[in-house]
C-alpha cells in the first residue's frame, strides 16, 4: 500500500532549511511558495529516506485569485507519496518555475497547462502549446474563459 | 565509410496506418537515421475537461468512456473510484468482484489489440491481429451481455455498477477463461521465438530503467524496463489485494520485453478472472446513491492500472453537482514523452516498431 505522508510532518522537517518556503501543510498536502518550488523538489527528489523519484502527475486548478498547481509524487522505492502545491498570481503572466531538469515526466504535462491555462514554465526547453494550434486565443480551462 | 547526408524533415503521420490515430512525428533524418523526432499531436483534442465541468459527476462517466476507447470499463473504474473517494461511497461486495472481473478483460481485450498492431508494424501483416481480434470478439460479446454495448460501456456507477450480469454471463466467462490460456499459447507458437520478429524488436528502442522512471512511464512500459511497479499491487484498489497474481518485468526495456510484458499480463488477468469467480458473492450492485449528489468541498487523485499505466482522476468539489476541476492523467500522454529518446539513433522502419511497442491511444492522449 503507497503511503500517504502528511505535509504537516514534511513540513516540520523542512521548515529550518525553507523558513521562507512553506505557505501552509496538511495532513493531505504540503503548499509551498512558487520561489522556493525547485530547491523544495530537489531536497524531496534527492534526499535519503524520501527519494521522491516518480512524479505522477502535475495539473492545475483555476481559483479566480489565484491558480494553484498540484504535483503528486511518489517514491517508487519507499512505496509513499506526498502531495504538493503551489500558487500563482496574476491574469495576465501568472509564472513557476519549471520542473522538468528534476523529472522530464512533467515536460508535456507543463506545456498542457500552459496551453490550457496559461501558465508560464521558467525553464522549460519547449514552452509551446501543446492540444491546440499555435494561434489559439485564450487558455480553455480557465474558469473565465468565454466559448463564444 | 559512413556517407554523410543532408538532414531533412519527414513528417510521418498525421494520418498514417501506422500512428494509430491522427499523430504526427516530426523527424530529421540524415539518410535512414533518424537525428531528431518531434511528437505534436492535438488533432483529437476535444476538450473533454472543460465538458465534463458543466456535467453531473454522474453525466461524467460517458465521457470517460471516449478518453481511451479500446478499454472503457477501466476509465470508468478509475473515474469511479476517484469521485467515491471524494464522496466516501461505499461499493457493494458484488459490485467490486465484477469491477474486477470487467477490468481484467478490458485489460486483456486492449492487450490483444495492442500487441496485435504491434505485430502489424513489425510486418507480421493482418494475420496475427485477426487472430487476436477474434478472442477480444469473445470479450466483447461478454461486455454486450453485461450492459449492452461494445465500445463505450457506461457501465459502471458511483457506488457501485449500472445493473447486475444477466445469468448466461458467468458460464460464458467461464468457458473464456479455459480456453484463454491455449489461445496465448498459440499466440507464443507462433511468435515468441519467430526469426523475423526477434531480429527487428530485440534490442531495438531501449527505454533505460533510470530513464523510465524519470520521464514517469506506467504500465508496461515501465514494466518491461525492469522496474516492479504495478498499482494493482504497489497501492491496491478496491479488492485486489485478494488475488494473488504476479507482475511480469522486461529485462533491458526494448520492444520485445513490451511485447511480452503485454502477453504475460494476458496471463496474468486470466488467472485473477478465475479467482474472481470464484469468490463471486450474491447480492446488490448498487449502493443507495442518487444520481443527482453534491460530494463535499474537497478533492481527490484515484488512479488505477489501466492496462496502458497509471490512470488517474483528480476532481476538484466545490460542494455543487458537478466537478469544478477534472483532470485525466492520461498515461499514454505521459508515456510518449519517451518517444524521441527511444528512437534517435535508430533507423526510420524502427521508428513504427517503437512507437507501436508504445501501444498510445490518440483519444486519451489529446482528451
Known sequence: MTVPISGKEIARQIEKKFPQGIIESSPQALVVDGKSLLEIAAYLKNTRGLDFDYLAAITAVDYLDYF??????????????????????????????????????????EREIYDLFGIIFEGHPNLRRIVLWDGFEGHPLRKDYLRW | MVIKTEPFVVNF?????????????????????IVDMEPVFGYLHRGIEKLAEERTYTGCIPLTDRLDYTASMTNNFAYVLAVEKLAHVPVPARAEYLRVIMAELQRIASHLIAVGTFLNDCGAFMTPVLYMLREREKILDLFEMACGQRLTYNYMRVGGLSQDIPDEFVPALKKFVQVMPGWIDEYDQLLKENEILLARTKG????????????????????????????????PYSIYERFDFDIPTGAVGDCYDRYRVRIEEMRQSVRILKQALKGL????????????FRPPVGEAYGHIEAPRGELGFYLVSDGSIAPYRFHVRASTLINLTALRDMMVGWKVA??????????????????
Open chain 2, 13 to 33: 503521420g498525421p494520418a498514417h496506418p501506422s500512428t494509430h490515430g491522427v499523430f504526427r512525428m516530426r523527424m530529421t533524418l540524415d539518410g535512414e537515421v
Open chain 2, 350 to 367: 524502427d521508428a513504427i516498431i517503437t512507437f507501436g511497442s508504445i501501444d498510445i491511444c490518440m483519444a486519451e492522449v489529446d482528451r
Open chain 2, 281 to 292: 458473492p450474491r447480492g446488490k450492485v448498487r449502493s443507495d446513491v442518487p444520481h443527482l
Open chain 2, 204 to 235: 531495438v528502442g531501449i527505454l533505460p530503467k533510470e530513464l523510465a522512471i524519470n520521464i514517469s512511464a506506467s504500465g508496461p512500459v515501465l514494466r518491461a524496463s525492469g522496474v516492479k511497479w504495478d498499482i494493482r499491487r504497489a497501492d
Open chain 1, 68 to 109: 494553484e498547481v498540484i504535483y503528486q509524487l511518489t517514491s517508487l522505492k519507499h512505496n509513499h507519496s506526498l502531495v504538493v502545491k503551489t500558487r500563482c498570481y496574476g491574469r495576465e503572466s501568472p509564472s513557476l518555475p519549471s520542473v522538468v531538469g528534476l523529472w522530464r515526466g512533467a515536460d508535456f504535462q
